[in-house]
């Protein structure tokens, strides 16, 4: 059975940083992409960033330059360094892999983690 649990949320005060994790189990995702999307109170789910499995990234417009997607295969591992937090970024933020391709769709990754809550006060 595949797990994903996702850690390293919290408040933060505006411009400051968080690193969010997602560590897999029950099966290896070093041949697909994994990605991480956000949803905030009262809103879609929507899409942050996402890695291949050849290291390319893919990130929404309005994290380009704050944030940065990184995996550790070895570990089974992607992970979200988050700078410059703002408000706006208050969210619960979820990981997901074993997408091959629309890296911003939600409907192209097989599996989701439980989330973690970001909240960035200002």
């Known amino acids: 059975q595949v797990h994903l649990v996702e850690s390293g949320g919290g408040l933060v005060q505006a411009g400051g940083s968080l690193r969010l994790s997602c560590a897999a189990s029950?099966?290896?995702?070093?041949?697909?992409?994994m990605g991480w999307f956000r949803q905030a109170p009262g809103k879609e789910r929507e899409f942050v960033a996402a890695?291949?499995?050849?290291?390319?990234?893919y990130y929404a417009d309005s994290v380009k330059g704050r944030f940065t997607i990184s995996r550790d295969n070895a570990k089974n591992t992607v992970y979200l360094q988050m700078n410059s937090l703002k408000p706006e970024d208050t969210a619960v933020y979820y990981c997901?892999?074993?997408?091959?391709?629309?890296?911003?769709?939600?409907?192209?990754?097989?599996?989701w983690g439980q989330g973690t809550q970001v909240t960035v006060s200002s």
């Open positions: 890695i291949n499995w050849s290291g390319g990234t």
């Open positions: 997901a892999a074993g997408a091959y391709g629309s890296w911003s769709r939600i409907s192209s990754y097989s599996y």
């Open positions: 029950g099966r290896t995702f070093s041949s697909s992409a």
